[in-house]
């Protein structure tokens, strides 16, 4: 039986000429797409909470939401590894360094020196780490190469499956 977590009901934002209805619940796998500017990211920020909606309302079960953004945050002079033991001991998880090596991450590197796929990966074990209700990633796939897109696609398909 599904739960719901977050419905929207003719959200939007004033400069945007559109209004979101839309449902989530436990179990779902929702694939926004769209072209540029048409309001993906306004969407998922609304879902996230970070930002208000001008319209319409929004209600939300207090939740754990994991988020990949669209725009790469890492503290770049950091080692990779040291970095993802620390996104772990914040969250209280265990690295899946199943996930890490099906993904090819250099961890004895510096973020800095990583390539964008690679920084990408980084940003992705990150999210996918810890315990959450709700996993919302925007634009998980740029700068992935072939190999890590199935990666990612076949961890997402496990996931969606428990």
Known sequence: MSISLIELNEAGKFYLDKRFNLLISTGDFIVIKGINGSGKT?????????TVNDFGQIYRKPIRISYLPEREVLPLYVNTHHYLLEVARIKKAHLDYRLITDFEIPLSKSIHT????????????????????????????SGLDSKAVRVLKKYLKKLNEK
């Open 42 to 50: 306004t969407l998922l920020n609304l879902i996230n909470g970070f």
């Open 114 to 141: 990583l390539s964008k796929g690679n920084r990408q990966k980084v940003m992705l074990v990150s999210c996918l780490t810890g315990y959450y209700s709700l996993l919302v990633l925007d634009e998980p796939l």
